[in-house]
């Protein structure tokens, strides 16, 4: 009998160690959890910049408009998804660029029907082997760059890619946990990188 009670004892000293282990130590988890997400690169020279589409406050576009402008490639590439009100992405990106003082002829629209990371880098890798692109900057959200860059080297091995995280008001994983954009932010994106695994 005593032996049982002293099993049942070790056992619920071990749990509640353990639930006090994770009490003391889970910001840590949650920031190791959010950075697993960001694979990003210091920006380099390139052919061309490829905007991502998919940020409706226009951090990426500024970003990867920014990077043109300070000589980095030649072109930035806005991939555009059709979306709101029957119109693409990129048409709406590069009339928002032009309006903050970005020359149109900075950027070459790629409109398109995917709705996916994965059915935009299908789409997107054989317009740039059309363009005769042999290195890109893929710019995306800090978010997004672990996913984004592994489904884009998948689909272009031929391609030099430099992954390259733009800013991100909603999101930082510091801190995600304590708003709602980056507590949604953050469940998004783990669900869509874990299954990706699987191809869904």
């Known amino acids: 009998m005593r032996s049982r009670i002293w099993r049942v004892g070790i056992a619920a000293g071990v749990v509640a160690g353990f639930f006090l282990f994770l009490f003391f130590t889970h910001e840590r988890w949650l920031r190791a959890s959010a950075w697993f997400l960001v694979e990003a690169e210091d920006p380099m020279a390139a052919d061309f910049v490829l905007v991502l589409a998919g940020d409706y406050t226009g951090n990426r576009l500024m ?3 920014e990077l043109v402008r300070n000589g980095m490639a030649a072109k930035a590439i806005i991939s555009g998804p059709l979306g709101f009100y029957g ?6 990106a590069v009339a928002y660029a032009a ?3 970005y ?3 900075l950027f070459i629209k790629a ?12 789409i997107l890798v054989p317009f740039l082997r059309r363009l005769h692109a042999g290195s890109v900057m893929l710019v995306t959200s800090d978010f997004h760059t672990r996913r984004a860059g592994k489904l884009f080297r998948r689909a272009g091995p031929d391609i030099r890619w430099r992954v390259v995280a733009a800013p991100t008001r909603r999101f930082h994983p510091d801190h995600w946990w304590r708003d709602r ?3 949604k932010t953050f469940a998004y994106e783990w669900i869509k990188t874990a299954t990706s695994v699987f191809g869904l």
């Open 103 to 105: 020359a149109a002829d």
């Open 99 to 101: 309006a903050r003082g």
């Open 63 to 65: 970003h990867g408009a």
């Open 87 to 92: 119109g693409y992405e990129s048409d709406y």
């Open 111 to 122: 409109p398109h029907k995917a709705v996916s990371t994965e059915e935009e880098a299908a």
């Open 181 to 183: 954009e980056g507590r």
